[in-house]
């Protein structure tokens, strides 16, 4: 029951709050990998390669778990390199098709939230799991160590040879799969209990740091007090970076087309509305604003 509270509670979360693409990354990754432990039939692996092709697609920084997966899962066996041209062939072709276009006008630095640090604080812990889920012996646990350890690797060759900034904060939740797992594995080698009651707390806390910091429910909310205020009269909004893409999926959401939407500061003229995020909130308390909605790190003001 744990490792299904785990395990599910940020997809839900995400997927039904600002839809930012985190948790249905990870949903399809967690996907492949039961199709993966399922069964080796092609079928089941080229289902399992579309899934993991569409997860890299959701979320870009699922490219170095999915190749992390399919080179663990690939190693080793006489039918090793047939299986593995079932899984990658169909994961580089739907990745390809869907970001083909979008990465033509992107760089390395572009990836999404990163720029954090790899191993730092509470994630030296992955050290000693990985030699813990190793050390279980049972197939997940390898998987997970394997996985872990390669995605490491790929993040630093990422990092020393194209600039790709480490993943930070919700960046990061793919961890929180290979995390959970192999934990789960070394809590099924280990006798003394209080010592297994700890470790499944400590993941439960793990899978709680991925919470979305702003309510799913401000954007919303926000967006109708905006819809409201501005009526059907053609508005421009000055909105602060971290909130533009949300308010517009609410624009198209809501079919307020007379929304005009874009990147702007407080000092502009040129803008009937401002939506700051938490990074600038403050500006809302400048002359001149006044505050039509404020809530969950968000402010409206014009």
Not at 43 to 50: D, E, I, R, T, Y
Not at 62 to 75: N, R, S, T
Not at 116 to 124: A, D, V
Request: aromatic share 10%; net charge positive.
């Amino acid at each position: 029951m744990t490792a299904v509270v785990v395990l599910t509670w940020y997809p839900v979360f995400e997927c039904l709050g600002l839809a930012r693409g985190y948790g249905l990354a990870l949903a399809l990754w967690m996907w492949a990998l039961i199709l993966l432990l399922e069964s080796d039939r092609p079928q089941k692996l080229n289902l399992a390669g579309v899934a993991l092709g569409l997860s890299v697609a959701a979320h870009l920084y699922f490219i170095f778990p999915a190749m992390a997966v399919m080179i663990v899962w690939g190693w080793g066996g006489r039918s090793a390199g047939q299986r593995v041209r079932d899984l990658v062939i169909p994961t580089v072709v739907t990745a390809t098709i869907l970001l083909a276009l979008p990465l033509s006008h992107a760089d390395a630095v572009g990836f999404p939230a990163g720029g954090g640090s790899l191993l730092r604080g509470w994630n030296l812990a992955a050290i000693p799991l990985v030699i813990g889920a190793a050390w279980r012996g049972r197939r997940i646990g390898a998987w997970m160590a394997g996985t872990i350890s390669l995605s490491l690797v790929l993040l630093v060759m990422a990092r020393r040879l194209l600039g790709v900034p480490y993943p930070d904060g919700r960046s990061g939740v793919f961890w929180l799969p290979l995390v959970a797992l192999a934990v789960l594995a070394v809590v099924q080698k280990l006798n003394w209990r209080p010592l297994r009651i700890g470790l499944l707390l400590a993941v439960g806390w793990y899978g709680l740091q991925f919470a979305e910091p702003v309510s799913s429910a401000a954007p919303r909310d926000l967006a109708k007090a905006l819809r409201k205020d501005a009526g059907t009269r053609p508005v421009r909004i000055g909105v602060s970076a971290s909130v533009a893409s949300v308010l517009e999926f609410y624009r198209t959401r809501y079919g307020q087309w007379n929304w005009s939407i874009a990147e702007g500061k407080s000092n502009s003229s040129s803008f009937d509305y401002f939506v700051f995020g938490q990074e600038d909130g403050a500006l809302a308390e400048g002359p001149g604003m006044r505050i039509v909605y404020k809530g969950g790190g968000l402010v409206l003001a014009r």
